[in-house]
């Protein structure tokens, strides 16, 4: 690779061509110190990748030998063939046996000012187990469902590896999203349980989840049980027979509770996220091939040591929140620090007050919460001491580069490494991205794939696109934490990810390489948006829009934002009613009813009717230019009704 070439393809298109090479004191210290040491192990995988991930599963607590490393019938593959493991006894039992019990596992900051609490592997561990106990109490057994729709707290990571202790399958539910989308999740599951709290912090307001939760089960019938952690105190209803509190759940309950040995390929847990279609996909990863992508990707990317507090601020109920907050860390051994609440409360200096104080090594954060910091201005920040930072890393969307030089240059003082990680929830862990000691970073590029991962970018024929060319990304060969399915739904898995080009995984996002080998992110292939790092379908927010009664039909688009990278705008034809501010904050509300907030949308446009194409299909791309107030581009011959374009221009004020 030639690091002194000046502008050239990446400089042309992308108006991008600065290159942060890792600072020396870092690569000294990496596990991964120098490009030649990248080249080495990446050629070493890719030799033979059955060699060594049969190598770094030594690391992992086998209960029952596996007898193969890989079983590939695309698009089906099975790791660790046969064998048995546990991924929260990867999480804890390890690291205690290992005699490292007294090392801090897990620390907390409420949202509520003082609120903090520290465990250590020993005390997490024996909340796991009392936890799992209780939940075996009540009659759960391996393989049924849990949701789990929580606030950030120790709780949560605790639900998690309580139900991966008993073998029973978690589903977190992002406790934003509404009993709608509850409901839909535990059906689509047929979850037997439903683990939530009374209430949660938000910006000083108390979240009701133990309501949402009641409503969301009168359309359950499979749960049996609901769980209730005491968080903030609020009242609610208990139902009982149904219904008990947490802290009775798990009091005299045992802290050795033994780990149900699981068969490598059983499921760990579903994660739903919004696919092209207005039905959320849950999908699924097995036990001991992701354990071991999470771990090993968050020590290679993170090059976690010993002495490391690593603060990654996703919420649990993202894919983020199981890999890098949960299971990667945690099995690495790392100590992991979680807060509850959001970034501005109770004031815009949160973060870096909590730096300040907790001294997080490592700071792992999204896009558009950099920009939120940004937009908040330097008053908040400046004065702060962020020295215990050594390494910062971005996950969700692509960043800008004007957000990278300042998330550089102000959070990491111009010393820390920025990883700019390009990875799904499909995908299980981190996919690309600069290892820190030694990738030279290029803003807005995730640069290089990490040892076992293949990419390509291919035309819609499957053909490799010429050098520089964007097309869509595939990755060619099976990894350990690749998705095993989705949920219930085989020829839905089989459709999405492996037929357009056969064999290959599609990752379902455009991208292009660089003459530097470096891989650029360019946007979803589909109809999936990017609203502030989370996915979210047009159709989705479509289908909640057309079933409120003053709905006739309703197209919805991203348009660019300058903090949430997309925000939702909806073009709508009422059936009756008047088109005004009340509809639009009535439709706001069914669609925060239906979905949940972050799917509510930022504009709310009117139009007599929709711009359609001669055979019916909306014309997207022109709603897209409308929306974001762009002169429209290209051919509209085809539009059905030349002055739909104009009235919705028209009423564009
Ligand atoms: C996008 C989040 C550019 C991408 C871990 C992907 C990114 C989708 C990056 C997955 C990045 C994620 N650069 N785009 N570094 N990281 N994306 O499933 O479109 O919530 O397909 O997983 O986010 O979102 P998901």
Known sequence: MDMQRPAGTVASIMQEDRLFPPPAEFSARARIGSMEDYSRLYAEVARDPQAFWHSRAQSLPWMTPYSSVLDWKPPHAEWFVGGR??????????????????????????????????????????EVCRCAAGLRSLGIRPGEVVSIYMPMTPELVIAMLACARIGAVHSVIFGGFSSEAIADRNADAQAVAVITADGGWRRGAQLALKKNVDVAL?????????????????????VPGRDVWWHDLVAGMPTDT??????????????????????????????????????????????????DLFWCTADCGWITGHSYVTYGPLAAGASILIYEGAPNAPHEGRFWEIIEQEKPTIFYTAPTAIRSFMKWGMEHIEGRDLSSLRLLGTVGE??????????????????????????????????????????????????????????????????????????WLVITHPWPGMLRGIWGDEARFEETYW????????????????????????????????????????????SALVSHPLVAEAAAVGRPHDVKGEAVAVFVTLQSGQADEATKDLLRRHVRQQIGALAVPDD???????????????????????????ETVGDTTTLEDYSSLAALRANDE
Request: aromatic content about 8%; overall charge neutral.
């Open 85 to 126: 493991t546990n991924a929260s006894a990867a999480c804890l039992d390890q690291h205690i046996n290992a005699g490292r019990g007294d090392k801090t596992a897990l620390v907390w900051v409420g949202e509520p000012t003082g609120e903090r609490r520290e465990y250590t592997y020993s005390q997490l561990h024996a």
């Open 218 to 238: 009168t359309k359950s019938p499979s749960v049996r049980h609901v769980v209730v952690l005491r968080r903030t105190g609020q009242a609610i209803d208990m």
């Open 258 to 307: 033994p780990a149900e040995p699981m068969d490598s390929e059983a499921p760990l847990f579903i994660l739903y996220t919004s696919g092209s279609t207005g039905k959320p996909k849950g999908i699924k990863h097995t036990t001991a091939g992701y354990i071991l992508w999470a771990k090993t990707t968050a020590e290679w990317v993170f090059d976690l040591r010993d002495d």
């Open 398 to 471: 692509g960043i800008n580069p004007e957000a990278w030089m300042w998330y550089h240059e102000v959070i990491g003082g111009k010393r820390c490494p920025i990883v700019d990680t390009w990875w799904q929830t499909e995908t299980g862990g981190i996919m690309m991205s600069p290892l820190p000691g030694c990738t030279p970073t290029k803003p807005g590029s995730c640069t290089l794939p990490l040892p076992g991962v293949m990419p390509e970018i291919v035309d819609a024929s499957g053909a490799p696109v010429r050098p520089g060319e964007g097309g």
């Open 499 to 542: 037929s357009r080009v056969p064999g290959k995984y599609l990752a379902g996002d455009n991208a292009r390489q660089d003459a530097d080998g470096y891989y650029w992110i360019m946007g979803r292939i589909d109809d999936v948006l990017n609203v502030a790092g989370h996915r979210l379908s047009t159709i989705e927010i479509e």
């Open 604 to 630: 709310i446009h009117f139009a007599a009717i929709l711009p359609k194409t001669r055979s019916g299909k909306i014309m997207r791309r022109l709603l897209r230019d409308i929306a974001a107030g762009r």
